[in-house]
């Protein structure tokens, strides 16, 4: 099967470094696009064409508040890669409890001074 | 929440191709190095609760080769396998991974991926931390989008599985 285009595949949108930038600093709450230039010390064309990517694959919302137009997180659209992300975190916290329970035992063993298990 | 042990792994992704695992264990790293490192320990905590480890060959020399393979609880048995690239006793391991069931459209060559494990100490804690790095970001993302081709419930059964393959 073809690959998605990125203007509609979050994964794809979300990939680009400049693009997360934004979703970072989006992450601590809505932000005009001087903002975001600010923050990112890049120039306001670039972080446009970067919003309009996150817009059109739902990843961010945009209002108008008198002449300002404020970017916002919109959650729901990164969820598949929340999910993604949250899958793997549990494998790996699942594993490393198991590792946790070796150590104890090593430790024990060690305090033991290789003596009596 | 009330009592939190701070138990979770960090799963971060820093770049394009990037995947890095953090955790921090209660324990001095030549410890955390043993249990990464020798079979019969792998065995005891790699299946992360999900299933059965049936076999941990370990070859832990430059250019020595290894393999995990488990039997995930009612599938069948998945394998993972690569080469040691360089060793720091206590320190760092590089290593290759590939996984033997690799998704469909997905080369062999874009499922290896270059892992390098370092083990730090603070004051009798270890901080351990896995960066994967996959072949390139068309790699990852190809791995990720055939997952999410399928229905969403194996959509995520699917993702589970690639993320196990990009350790």
Not at chain 1, 21 to 32: F, Y
Not at chain 2, 84 to 107: A, D, K, L, Q
Request: glycine share 8%; hydrophobic share 40%.
């Amino acid at each position: 099967m073809a690959r998605a285009p990125t203007t509609t595949d979050a994964f794809n949108a979300v990939a680009e470094p400049r693009r997360r930038q934004i979703l970072d600093a989006l992450a601590a709450g809505e932000r005009p696009v001087n903002d975001l230039v600010e923050t990112l010390g890049v120039a306001q064309p670039q972080v446009s064409k970067h919003l309009r990517v996150l817009r059109e694959v739902g990843a961010v919302d945009a209002r108008d508040d008198g002449r300002r137009r404020l970017y916002r997180l919109n959650g729901a659209a990164l969820k598949p890669i929340y999910d993604w992300v949250s899958n793997y975190e549990a494998l790996w916290t699942d594993r490393f409890e198991q590792l946790d329970l070796v150590l104890d035992d090593l430790k024990r063993k060690e305090q033991g001074d290789g003596g009596d298990d | 929440m009330a009592v939190t042990t701070s138990s979770k792994a960090r799963v971060t992704l820093p770049t394009d191709e990037q995947i890095l695992i953090e955790r921090e264990f209660d324990a001095p790293r030549h410890l955390v190095y043993k249990a990464y490192t020798t079979p019969e320990l792998v065995r005891q905590w790699w299946h992360a609760k999900r299933g059965e480890v049936t076999l941990v060959e370990i070859d832990l020399r430059v250019g020595g080769k290894w393999r995990y393979v488990m039997t995930a609880c009612g599938g069948p048995e998945v394998g993972f396998h690569g080469e040691y690239r360089e060793i720091v006793p206590n320190e760092r391991i590089i290593s290759t991974e590939m996984f033997e069931g690799v998704p469909e459209g997905v080369s062999e060559e874009d499922a290896t991926t270059l892992n390098t494990a370092t083990f730090s100490e603070t004051d009798g804690r270890t901080r351990l931390t896995i960066l994967v790095e996959a072949r390139n970001k068309v790699a990852r993302d190809a791995i990720i989008q055939s997952g999410m081709e399928a229905g969403l419930q194996d959509a995520l059964e699917l993702l589970e599985q690639i993320a196990v393959s990009l350790r």
